[in-house]
């Protein structure tokens, strides 16, 4: 299977299955916690309801599915925890202080929804709840550290918030594509592979399997940050539910800016078929794996 392959029905289908999944394991949790209440409950809830596409969660259930064979209740938490980061860095992405931005999601963003600070504890909530569920709820101490750890450092100073701040802090429109490739790689590939990780620790992987499928996450991570910094110049912003055209109105550094467009497009087929390499040992078991690079790669919001 390469990148020219076209997606079929099947996997589509078998994506939203998983979303759906996630939205209910999140739902679960959630509700079952009467220790939270009042507007924070109602902050979180309306932020994890929002209809994010559920793709981090979905990585770490298809890893663990590809080498345990089915999804386990640990990489059901792991599943749930990457979905809590991923969304706290959304609302903090959106507050006035960063992004500045109104919707996402194609709803109201959480401080336009409440207020700011309550956007801020939200976000904090969040992050902190998805530690609380890896400590609490994986059944086995040795993993959930394994967990914790790449979580930790994925979303942390040398991950996601070492990109983010090295994207505040890129000149208008003057960045090299070294330091693209460093904002990207911090601030969204990381999380990619740390999906990745988390699905071959709940399924127990081996060093070779496992290294496999980071390097497969990376590859896809990178990937989809292009083609989001594609959508951003070629989407609407009704169809991306979030405001279209604020990169390049930013003078952000953006692939586009900094290589243009039509190498922008080569770029991503070569990491998405590097990705779809990564997973060769593992044969048709890794077909989902190996849409996905695809999906990603074609995806149009
Ligand atoms: C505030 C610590 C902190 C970090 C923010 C995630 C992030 C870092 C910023 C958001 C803006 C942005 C363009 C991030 C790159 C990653 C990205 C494209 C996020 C959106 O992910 P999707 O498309 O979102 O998977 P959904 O809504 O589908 O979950």
Known sequence: MSVNDV??????????????????????????????????????????????????????????????????????IAASAIEMVHTYSLVHDDLPAMDDDDFRRGQPTCHKAFDEATAILTGDALLTLAFEILAKEIDNPTVAVRLIGELAQAAGSAGMIAGQMADLKAEKGLGSREVLEYIHTNKTAKMFRCAAAMGAICAEAEKGEFDRLCEYGLKIGLGFQVADDILDVCASSEHLGKTAGKDAKAGKVTYPAVIGMKESKLFGKKLADEAIAALEPFGRRADNLRNLAIALLKRTK
């Open 7 to 76: 997606i079929n029905d099947d996997f589509n289908a078998q994506l939203s299955e998983k979303a759906q999944f996630v939205n209910d394991t999140l739902s679960g949790l959630i509700a079952g916690r009467t220790d939270i209440a009042g507007v924070l409950k109602e902050a979180i809830t309306y932020t994890l309801n929002a209809g994010g596409k559920r793709v981090r969660s979905a990585l770490v259930l298809w890893c663990c599915e590809l080498i345990k064979g089915k999804v386990n209740r640990n990489a059901e």
